[in-house]
């Protein structure tokens, strides 16, 4: 009978300890919960209250920060040094909605909800796509001929084995130019501009499946 008891009071002993952990747990993320949630309110005011909330892309921002809870491990915020900083290694000046996008969201992320975007401060901002010497001098957008030197990757390479490219040979204002896929050796799937781009991740997709819907290129 005595060892029965001790048996009952071991397994009741070692319930406690494993509901004290969870609980103690459960606070852990609860309060990393708050945490993330202050931070997003207070980038969210900032955005609200400057000059860039008038700019197109401010409704894909409002949405990413009010969701930003949901997002793996976003970038930090560029300042406007850091970014100039960037610019000058690429010797051109990037999108005016790509920096509004790095100045109150963050530098990319693992998943900005279903989409990875690359750091463009850690190195995603080489200007040549050399990923496995895959392309030669040209590249191919339906029967557009650009120059593989003229390509910005926004990603080094996704889950799909591809990479959203802007074309930068385009001359457009404050350098809108358009976004295309780069898989297997051509470009696919023009987008008109990063306005857009964003505009399909904010709404909760990944933007080569969205785009994909007939799976020419056999995503799966």
Same mark, same amino acid.
Not at 147 to 169: F, I, P, Y
């Given at each position: 009978?005595?060892?029965?008891?001790? @048996?009952?009071?071991?397994? =009741?002993?070692?319930?406690?300890?494993?509901?004290?952990?969870?609980?103690?747990?459960?606070?852990?993320? @609860? #309060?990393?919960?708050?945490?993330?949630?202050?931070?997003?309110?207070?980038?969210?005011?900032? =955005?609200?209250?400057?000059?860039?909330? !008038?700019?197109?892309?401010?409704?894909?921002?409002?949405?990413?920060?009010?969701?930003?809870? *949901?997002?793996?491990?976003? &970038?930090? *915020?560029?300042?406007?040094?850091?970014?100039?900083?960037?610019?000058?290694?690429?010797?051109?000046?990037?999108?005016?909605?790509?920096?509004? /996008?790095?100045?109150? =969201? &963050?530098?990319?992320?693992?998943?900005?909800?279903?989409?990875?975007?690359?750091?463009?401060?850690? &190195?995603? =901002?080489?200007?040549?796509?050399?990923?496995?010497?895959?392309?030669?001098?040209?590249?191919?957008?339906?029967?557009?001929?650009?120059?593989?030197?003229?390509?910005?990757?926004?990603? *080094? #390479?996704?889950?799909?084995?591809?990479?959203?490219?802007?074309?930068?040979?385009?001359?457009?204002?404050?350098?809108?130019?358009? @976004?295309?896929?780069?898989? #297997?050796?051509?470009?696919?799937?023009?987008?008109?501009? /990063?306005? #857009?781009?964003? !505009? *399909?991740?904010?709404?909760?997709?990944?933007?080569?499946?969205?785009?994909?819907?007939?799976?020419?290129?056999?995503?799966?």
């Amino acid at each position: 009978m005595e060892l029965k008891y001790y @048996i009952i009071l071991g397994i =009741f002993s070692a319930l406690v300890i494993i509901l004290k952990n969870q609980n103690e747990d459960d606070s852990v993320k @609860i #309060e990393r919960k708050k945490v993330v949630r202050e931070k997003s309110r207070i980038m969210l005011q900032k =955005f609200k209250n400057s000059e860039d909330i !008038n700019h197109p892309i401010s409704d894909s921002i409002i949405k990413l920060l009010e969701n930003y809870h *949901v997002h793996e491990n976003p &970038g930090k *915020v560029l300042t406007n040094k850091e970014i100039a900083s960037i610019e000058d290694k690429l010797n051109l000046r990037l999108p005016k909605s790509y920096k509004i /996008f790095l100045k109150y =969201f &963050g530098d990319g992320g693992d998943w900005i909800f279903t989409q990875y975007i690359d750091s463009i401060q850690k &190195g995603g =901002f080489y200007k040549t796509y050399d990923y496995h010497n895959q392309l030669k001098n040209f590249v191919y957008l339906e029967a557009e001929k650009i120059k593989t030197s003229t390509l910005l990757r926004l990603m *080094v #390479e996704d889950s799909n084995g591809g990479a959203w490219c802007w074309l930068t040979h385009e001359d457009k204002k404050d350098n809108e130019w358009a @976004i295309a896929y780069f898989m #297997e050796g051509k470009l696919y799937y023009k987008v008109e501009n /990063f306005i #857009e781009w964003l !505009n *399909v991740v904010a709404s909760n997709n990944e933007v080569i499946r969205f785009y994909d819907k007939e799976e020419k290129l056999g995503l799966g």
